[in-house]
């Protein structure tokens, strides 16, 4: 008991000081950092009526770290803040240009593109429950850290490819995915809770972790989940193997970041880059 205490005090106040360090990135699938000051002690950041993740910087001023859909269109935003009063922070998206990605499925593989009525009915009543996942707002911050890859793996699709699935046009790519091997461990990229661990159809095996503050990182066509919904993880811990279950033309890691129920390049979380 006492041993703990004392680990407790050592770590107290190192993740009080830690943040998360994000650059600001004002595009579609990137986060706009944006500052304000308020004297509030828990302030609140909402973008489009939806939370944003506020995080309290060197007890100078607080950072909201807005995701930005990928569809956006270019210009003025604006955020608002409550805290003794409410008031819009104002910040501009700009341009960025993401390439294009032509994908061929065949053989059973085809029921990915147009699926069937009875795999209609399934990918209807998976929606509302992944939807729901995407919702979740902690207020607690459970990762103060820099992400860490999930797997060492190369890239093998970077975010934000604008998809073609045989010729027709499919939302964009919205996540990273990593080459692997079956059976490669997953590691969680950030501490926090899961709350998903199950099969889908698209996304076959999938585990969802929120790390609070509506930061969710995603891991999906895993072969084995390692991880069930309540678990609390630690960055680092392994949560699952690479597989290729849902739509997926070979094993490999499709790894997705939410920031306030939207997509962002998770990239900008490991390594601040695009
Ligand atoms: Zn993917």
């Not at 004297?39 to 060197?58: E, L, R």
């Not at 692997?180 to 899961?194: L, R």
């Not at 490999?252 to 939410?258: D, I, K």
Request: charged share 20%; net charge positive; no cysteine.
């Amino acid at each position: 008991m006492k041993k703990t205490k004392f680990l407790l005090f050592l770590l107290l106040p190192l993740s009080v000081l830690a943040n998360l360090n994000v650059k600001h990135t004002p595009i579609p699938g990137g986060i706009a950092v944006v500052d304000f000051y308020t004297n509030h002690s828990n302030p609140k950041a909402f973008y489009s009526q939806v939370p944003v993740y506020t995080q309290q910087v060197n007890n100078t001023h607080w950072q909201a770290l807005v995701g930005i859909p990928l569809l956006a269109k270019i210009g003025e935003k604006q955020i608002t803040i409550k805290d003794f009063s409410t008031r819009n922070i104002t910040f501009k998206v700009t341009e960025h240009d993401y390439k294009k990605q032509y994908i061929t499925l065949k053989g059973k593989n085809k029921k990915y593109v147009n699926p069937n009525l009875l795999h209609m009915d399934r990918i209807n009543q998976e929606r509302p429950i992944l939807s729901k996942a995407r919702k979740v707002f902690s207020n607690t911050i459970m990762n103060k850290a820099a992400f860490i890859r999930p797997v060492s793996g190369v890239t093998t699709s970077p975010f934000g490819f604008k998809r073609f699935y045989n010729g027709q046009a499919r939302r964009p790519h919205t996540g990273l995915d990593y080459a692997g091997d079956v059976g490669t461990e997953i590691k969680a990229s950030g501490g926090g809770k899961v709350i998903i661990s199950d099969e889908f159809f698209f996304n076959g095996n999938a585990v969802f972790i929120d790390h609070g503050q509506g930061l969710i990182s995603v891991y999906i066509h895993m072969n084995k989940r390692l991880v069930v919904p309540g678990q609390i993880v630690k960055q680092g811990d392994i949560i699952g193997t690479i597989g290729q279950t849902g739509r997926a033309t070979g094993p490999h890691l499709h790894f997705g970041v939410y920031l306030n129920q939207t997509v962002v390049n998770p990239n900008l979380l490991i390594n601040h880059e695009i």
